[in-house]
C-alpha cells in the first residue's frame, strides 16, 4: 500500500518542500515521541522533537489521508503503527519521499481536515520541541471543496515559520495525566520464548500498542512509551523517561514462563524490598537481568541512599502502586485467566521509581498452551487492554462505565 501511495503524491512533496530544505549539516532532529488522542471530536497528533524543523501538514485523498511532509529528521519510534476502530486514523507510516523529504502519512477513516497546526519551543515542562496538529471531521463535499482550493492554487503556500505564535491554552499547558507505557525486552533481548517461538518482546509491544489505542478513547488521559519498536531500553531508562515526562503512572508490560507448563494466568506485580514469594522474588531476577542480556554496562549504579523523606515518599508511591494492581486484578475478573494470588511483590529494577505509582503486569505464561494461545488472540487481548484501561479510569478517580459500556 506505501509503495503504491507514495509515488502518486511525490510530485507535490517535492514542490512543497522544496523551500524548506535548509537544514543546517549538524545531526538531524529526532523525532522521539508521536502521541494522538480524540477530544470533542478533534483529533489531536503531537510530535516530540528533539530541535526545530520547517513542516507542513496537509489533506489528500480520497482515500483520505493527512501527510506532515519534514526535512530529514532522525525518527526513533516506530514507522508503522495502526489504530483501533475507535480512532478516526487507520494507521500512520513514515518514510522517505524523496532525497531530502521525508513524510508522516496518516490515514483517515473519514474526510478529514487540518484544522489548526502550530510549534511548540521547550518550556520549564519539558526540554522538547512539538509539532501540533488538530484534525477536524468535515464532510465528504467540504473536503472536496478544500482540494478544490488547493487545485487552483498552483504555488503552494510557504510552510509555516516554527515559531508560530504557541496556542499555550491547548496544548502547553495539556493538564491530563500521563500514563507511561513501557513494553519489556526488546532488541538484544527477547524476554521470554514460547515452544512454538513466540517471543515475549513482541507481544507485550503489541499490547501495549493495544492499549494505548484503548487509553486514548476516553479523551482524558496522555500516553508516552518506552519503546515504539524493536529496540532495548536500559530499565534505569525506562522509569526515569516516565518521571522526566511527568507520568502519573508506570505500566510495565511483561509476559511469563515457568517450567510447569500448567502454570497459568495474569499477575499484577508491585515493588517491594520482600517479595511475596519465592516464585515472585525468581521472577524478578529474570526481568532484571534484561539489562545483562541486552548488554548494558550496570556499573555507575546510584547506591541506595536511606533518607526518611524519601522513605516516606517511596511507601506512598508503594501504597498507590498496590491500589492500581487491585484494581487492574479486579477489572480482568471475567475478562482474563488470573494467577492464583494475582497480585504480588517483588524487587523489580524497572519499578525502581521512588515517586512514580509503578505496575509490572505479567499478561500470562508463554509457556502454557492456552495462555500463550491466547495471547495472540487479538480480540481476547483487546478484552485485556479494556480492562486495564477501566483501572486505569478507577484509578484517576473516573467512574469506569466509559470502558465497561464498550462493546
Ligand atoms: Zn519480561
Redesign the pocket.
Known sequence: MAGRLIPLIFCVAAIIVGGAGGARSADPPRVTSIRIGTQEGITRLVLNLSGPIKYRAFELGPPYRVVVDMPKVDWIIARKMSFGASSPLSSLRFGASGPKVYRLLLEARRPMRVQKSFFLSPNERTRSWRIVIDLEPVSEDAFERIMRRRRAVSAPQKPKPHKAPPDKKSSAKDSRPLVFIDP??GGADP??ISKFGLK?KNI?LRFARRLRTEILTDGRYRVAFSRTSDVYVPLRRRYAMARKQGAKLFISI???SNPAVKTRGLTAYTRSNVATDKGSAALAR??NR?DAVAGIDLSGHPSGVTNILRDLVRRDTQRKSRIFARYVVREMKGVTRLAPRPVRSAQFAVLRAPDLPSVLL?LGFLTNRRDSRRMVNDRHMRRVARAVAAAINRYFGHRPAASAGRK
Open positions: 519489556g525486552h524476554g521470554a515475549e507485550v511483561h509476559a511469563d529474570r526481568e534484561s505479567e
